[in-house]
């Protein structure tokens, strides 16, 4: 199975502070990616779909890097609330059932 | 709209007794996912079914475990005999083929003592 990995963290970001973390991918077959949030506890959830150009959701920035194969995730003005784990997500054939592979997760503790 | 639903939602069990999970998708969603999540090893895909017909079981850990998906709205997840090492939470989820996106139910955590 193909490799997807994240810095496990815990990031610890005072409030009000912008963070920003990586995911990298081993298949440069890959075609689809997300990030998904998951709460102590709970499960996960979808946050925000990667695009090639990259694209943006309020405070929440994610980028695409082909060439280095790697997808990041930046949040701006950090909240509270924004702490969780975040899990990165890499589908190797368009977005069906196999291929989908989660990271372990980067965990962020937004402090205040 | 109902999400995916699992059930139990806590399980605390003996080892060498048998556990059954259970799993009900998203009306409409014609691919269920069997995880398992601990700290160590993360969320690990164990099975997933495409029209109810089992895809990839690779994930599988051994015999013990086995799934079953008799119709497109209801999926277990069996154990026997369950063990200690078993003891984790189980996600099903079900997935938007328009969006690509994975609905996850709120998991079933086990422990085996």
């Known amino acids: 199975r193909k490799e997807v990995e994240q810095d496990p963290g815990p990031f610890n970001v005072p409030e009000g502070a912008t963070v920003a973390f990586n995911c990298t991918y081993s298949n440069s077959a890959s075609q689809s990616f997300f990030w998904y949030r998951q709460d102590c506890r709970k499960e996960p959830k979808l946050l925000m779909s990667?695009?090639?150009s990259g694209n943006e959701d309020g405070r929440f920035t994610a980028q695409l890097n082909r060439a280095s194969q790697y997808i990041s995730l930046l949040i701006r003005d950090s909240k509270l609330s924004d702490s969780a784990t975040y899990l990165c997500?890499?589908?190797?054939?368009?977005?069906?059932?196999?291929?989908?592979?989660f990271g372990k997760g980067t965990h962020l503790i937004i402090q205040p | 709209d109902a999400g995916v639903i699992q059930s139990p939602r806590h399980e605390v069990t003996e080892m060498g007794q048998e556990v059954t999970l259970r799993c009900k998708p998203i009306s409409g969603h014609n691919s269920l996912f069997w995880y398992r999540q601990t700290m160590m090893r993360g969320l690990e895909l164990l099975i997933y079914?495409?029209?109810?017909?089992?895809?990839?079981d690779s994930g599988m850990p051994e015999d013990r475990f086995s799934a079953k998906m008799p119709n497109a709205s209801f999926s277990t997840l069996k154990i026997q005999p369950s063990e200690p090492r078993d003891s984790a939470v189980y996600f099903c989820a079900s997935i938007d083929r328009g969006s690509g996106e994975l609905f996850f139910g709120e998991g079933s955590r086990l422990t085996v003592l």
């Open positions: 997500v890499v589908a190797y054939s368009g977005g069906g059932a196999d291929g989908l592979t």
């Open positions: 990667v695009y090639s």
């Open positions: 079914f495409n029209n109810n017909v089992p895809i990839d």
